[in-house]
């Protein structure tokens, strides 16, 4: 079965620091995608980004970076210099398929930047 | 990519009501989602329609009873409610092709009941 962790439940930053949100995964399938997805306050999930299990190159996007490892099964997100707008529920999730229910999400880590 | 709606965005009900969510989304996607969010508890897949035929329903309630009359609309019926559906639940799309496997996501509707 599938699996994802975000053991953070919480963080709390101060505006223009640097911070990482940990994301692990379980998975016996050698093809997955790994995804991470934004809730603010709105409710609604906004994605962020796609990663396929073959391409384990970082990527950045601004502020925003990614660091996938297979070796840990980790997918972690990175946030620098944080601003107020960035506070939100993270969300990581691992799919194997495009359809079906092997769509799996973590917990969620609720990240408040306080200005 | 945005473009997918709800309706209502908030819904306080009691037990003994009627009432039905609507997601709409006009991206094209051929499949859509109805999620679950409920409070300490990860995102719950109820259905999925692809190409307006359900594929998936994942141990929903009878109370709980979806509708895709086409693949730009699906509905969410809700009769006889327990306060323990109080969530907010989530309708999503994903597009045909190299996209599939993303989900977007609509706004929610806050469902409350009493």
């Known amino acids: 079965a599938q699996k994802v962790t975000q053991a953070q439940t919480e963080i709390s930053v101060v505006e223009k620091e640097d911070v990482t949100l940990d994301c692990v995964y379980e998975t016996r399938d050698t093809t997955y995608y790994l995804f991470w997805y934004k809730q603010p306050p709105s409710g609604e999930l906004v994605f962020l980004i796609r990663r396929n299990s073959f391409d384990e190159q970082n990527e950045i996007s601004g502020r925003y970076s990614w660091n996938f490892q297979k070796s840990t099964s980790s997918f972690n997100f990175t946030i620098t210099a944080s601003q107020v707008v960035d506070s939100a529920v993270y969300f990581c999730?691992?799919?194997?398929?495009?359809?079906?229910?092997?769509?799996?999400f973590g917990p969620g880590t609720r990240l408040s930047v306080l200005p | 990519e945005t473009g997918v709606t709800q309706t209502p965005r908030h819904l306080v009900m009691g037990m003994t009501n009627k009432k039905s969510l609507k997601c709409e989304q006009h991206?094209?996607?051929?499949?859509m989602y109805w999620y679950k969010q409920s409070a300490k508890k990860p995102l719950e897949l109820m259905f999925v329609y692809n190409f307006k035929e359900q594929t998936e329903n994942n141990s929903v309630p009878s109370r709980f009873s979806p509708e895709c009359p086409n693949s730009s609309h699906l509905f969410l019926h809700l009769h006889t409610l327990q306060p323990e559906d109080s969530a907010l639940y989530l309708c999503?799309?994903?597009?045909?092709?190299?996209?599939?496997?993303?989900?977007?996501f609509g706004p929610g509707t806050r469902l409350t009941v009493l």
């Open positions: 999730a691992l799919s194997l398929d495009n359809y079906g229910q092997n769509f799996v």
């Open positions: 999503a799309s994903s597009p045909a092709g190299e996209r599939s496997s993303i989900r977007f």
């Open positions: 991206l094209g996607h051929n499949a």
